[in-house]
């Protein structure tokens, strides 16, 4: 009865240890189809640049979106998206998301023209993992203890 | 003066009072009033903790700086996808009782967990899609995080689908015990997928090593929806087993009549 039960454990054990194993080397080896996102580091650090459509997650460069003719009218506009150590520029003709702002993080989808620009088809908002009213991040503001830059990371 | 000493027949007696006592469960008619009673206690701190947390969440608590009252649809999907996590992880570890140690209950319990799982995980993939399209811009993305969950999802789906489908109650646990504990490697997955690979969801916000980066107002009204979570699973947990052992006494009834050869049913 106790050897039966023994078995009964590695088996049970052995099924969990071989399914964590197979699964522990197929995420190695697709880890690069499972990020969602090249941050523009990494994009600098591939030695060629991807052809395919790819996305690209970073900040808003503070002062880098410029619109031609008006935020509202639906015509191409230009932001720069920075991980702190590369940039890429970035242009986009369509609707943005609500939390589209400088500062905030991104990813954008779309092809790579040249080495540091993408034309994008598709931007999406990031949102970070800080939740809080109103009132405390601006008091946090206005003591100079917020912390810009770890939102797109 | 010498402490007593443990002989070792005195730690074999307390040893087998201790599985006895977990075992007396076991019995329906011990495990039914039981059951009974922690269904209704779970059931009105299910209610009570409800009340509070959907007032505080949905009335009394501040706007997101970011989110404004979106923020409130996190009250109803972070419980919702960690009871996903914590319902399969207890189907996993009652279905290693069960396996291992063939504890009757056990089988039972992650058998009618399955069903409790995969609608919190439901609600966790709707909530979380009503948030993400005013949010990120988009119902969906095939990030790390998102697509985790969607193959929980389907692990619960596929976990009820193979009870159903081997008639013999006692193959189909074994069969559906191996599933779970399989599938469980998806746990780890889904809670670090946010760290492991750049993803669109955000990173942890409660459990992180640094404390949580929500706020302490936002905090109080997750915290009492994450007891009532807690507190229906258990309830419907309860009531489901109860229903199941029932139904497996009328099903052993029934085919007992069966058995009884014709002109005794007859007299």
Redesign the interface.
């Known amino acids: 009865m106790k050897q039966k039960k023994r078995e009964r454990l590695y088996m049970f054990g052995g099924a969990f240890i071989a399914a964590a194993g197979a699964v522990a080397l197929t995420l190695t080896a697709l880890s690069q189809s499972i990020t969602y996102f090249y941050t523009p580091s990494e994009l600098a650090d591939l030695e060629e640049a991807p052809t395919r459509p790819i996305r690209l997650g970073g900040l808003v460069l503070d002062g880098s979106v410029k619109h031609p003719t008006g935020p509202t009218s639906g015509e191409q506009i230009t932001f720069v998206v920075t991980d702190g150590g590369a940039e890429v520029r970035v242009s986009y003709k369509g609707l943005l998301p609500d939390l589209f702002r400088e500062g905030q993080g991104v990813v954008v989808q779309g092809k790579l023209i040249g080495a540091n620009d993408l034309v994008a088809d598709n931007v999406l908002a990031k949102h970070d993992e800080n939740y809080m009213p109103k009132e405390v991040a601006d008091a946090l503001k206005e003591q100079g203890r917020w912390k810009d830059g770890d939102a797109g990371s | 003066m010498p402490a007593p000493q443990l002989s070792a027949s005195t730690l074999t007696d307390m040893a087998n009072t201790l599985s006895k006592s977990i075992y007396a469960y076991a019995n329906p008619a011990v495990f039914e009033p039981v059951a009974e009673r922690i269904f209704r206690l779970a059931f009105i701190a299910a209610l009570v903790f409800a009340g509070f947390g959907l007032y505080f969440g949905l009335l009394n608590s ?6 404004g009252d979106t ?1 409130r649809i ?1 009250y109803v999907h972070v419980p919702a996808a960690w009871m996903a996590l914590f319902c399969y992880s207890a189907m996993a570890a009652s279905s ?1 009782a069960g ?3 063939k504890h009757p209950l056990a089988d039972v319990a992650a058998k009618e967990t399955a069903p409790i799982g995969a609608a919190f995980t439901f609600l966790a993939l709707f909530t979380g899609s009503i948030w993400g399209k ?5 119902w969906w ?4 995080r998102l697509t985790s969950v969607l193959i929980l999802f389907f692990l619960y789906l596929g976990y009820m689908a193979l009870w159903r489908a081997v008639a013999d109650k006692t193959r189909a646990a074994r069969l559906a ?2 599933l779970a ?2 599938g ?3 746990v780890p ?1 889904i809670k670090f997928s946010v760290d ?5 969801h ?4 409660v459990l ?1 090593a640094d404390g949580p ?3 302490p ?2 905090l109080t009204p997750l915290f009492l929806m994450i007891g009532a979570y807690m507190c229906a699973y258990i309830a419907m947990l309860m009531a489901s087993m109860r229903n199941e052992l029932a139904a497996r006494r009328i099903a052993r009834l029934e085919a007992e009549d069966h058995a009884k050869p014709a002109n005794l049913v007859e007299t």
């Open positions: 501040p706007a997101d700086y970011q989110q923020v996190m290693a396996f291992i140690w005013p949010m990120w811009g988009a993305a095939w990030d790390a015990a191996i504990i399989v469980f490697v998806n997955i492991w690979w750049n993803s669109l955000q990173p942890a916000s992180r980066t929500i706020h107002a936002m």
